[in-house]
């Protein structure tokens, strides 16, 4: 690479990444840095006006790098933030740097749809954090460059499964554990052969044959280490039944199994894994994540035909049965990722969730405790993921006036105990960036009503 283009780099995780890029890839990597620390510059101003945050003591727009403005705000503790922020810039520029699908979108694969969507999280100014990735990992690993990883089967001993474990995974009396190969290497984890499989939007949960496989990885993604507890992987398969029995209208994607090596008689959470079953698209059926539809410029949405319609018919699928649930006292995390949708000439005709993790429930005791929450904190959830985040962003995407758009979600909320706070009080959203600063925190950010406007 030539000095001219070190110049062109304002940080070190930029100048690393420069480097270590071929003559070519480093000029479009170097062309797509103003673009993404302006992309995260703008996701750093939405937070400034809606989350609660220490006091913003400059001006935002003085500054045309967010690592500068962070360092300049000089808040408490905000170390990490700007270190995550410095790679998040050099993520996302060097996602921007891969070549895009040719593959018409009705004819894509499940997995090619979900590496279509390069800019990750929409709204995170740590949307392509990889906080220990170098280039060539994200390179070698990160969906938007649509990869084939090859995960390795690590023949464990002493382990502990949950669920019905695939044959094609056992050797004997062990089994076969699929491991990241980012982790495997750090770990000196050895290997009994490999499973080819493709990233999808999670980067550590991949497609190989018949199913979604979740992996382990000690990396901070995006909002945190991507280890997988001992607590979740004895209550995967759990979680996954009780949902089966409560959720109506939309399907789900199963938890088939989970397993992890045992360290010192205990799950290690560095070495686990939950097996899921890969969803099926039906004949003449598109499937594809929710945040396909809107990524991209145009997004892929605005050529599905009239938005009133369209949305019509997606929040009729999914409004009903979220509202219900939450009634019931089940709040789920249906956000972009979560929710496949699968598209029938273009419409929406079918929803199913993913990532059963990340649910809320009324206490009960046949469930974990970590998953319990108090009737505010479930309507919170689901309010903050579908509404502030995946409808949002749906009403952004389509062509159409936002205020009209929004009525048309209303006439599809059924009357719940929870539908006059969705309709009249201000929504609360994940403060993203504060939960970055302080990941303890129990705030939320609010949205005025897009219902009343």
Known sequence: MCQDQIILTQTPVESDFAAALDERRAERFIAALPGARAAILARLRRAFAIEPLPQVSVDPVEYSHPVDLLTALRWPGSESLITEVAHSVAGLALSRTTSPLTTPFPLRTLEEHEQSVVDGHP???CCRNRTGFTAADHLAYGPEHRPVVPLRLHSAAQHVVFGDWPDEL??????????????????????????DARPLMALRT?????WHVKTTLSAQITSAV??????????????????DAAVEGIELQHNRASAAVLTDGEPDRRLGVILRDKPVPREGETLLPLAALTAGDPP?????????????????????????????????????????????HGRPRRLIYRD???????????????LHASPDALRAKTFATFFSTAVTGLVGALDAPDAELWQVVAATVPDTPDRHALLHDPLPAKPLTLMRLDPRTTQWAYLPNPFRS
């Open 123 to 125: 709204l995170h100014p």
């Open 170 to 195: 056992r050797d004997g009396g062990r089994i076969l554990l699929p491991v990241h190969p980012w982790q495997a290497d750090r770990l000196n984890v050895p290997s009994a052969g490999t499973l």
């Open 206 to 210: 991949l497609s190989a044959g018949a």
């Open 226 to 243: 991507r280890d997988i507890s001992g607590g979740s992987i004895a209550t995967a398969t759990t979680v996954s039944d009780f949902l």
């Open 300 to 344: 892929p949405i605005r050529a599905l035909g009239d938005p009133f319609e369209w949305l019509a018919e997606f929040c009729a699928l999914a409004v009903p049965p979220l509202m219900t649930l939450l009634a019931r006292g089940v709040a789920l995390e249906a956000h972009e990722q979560n929710l496949l949708v699968g598209l029938v």
């Open 356 to 370: 059963l993790a990340d649910i809320r429930v009324s206490p009960r005791a046949d469930l974990p405790g970590r």
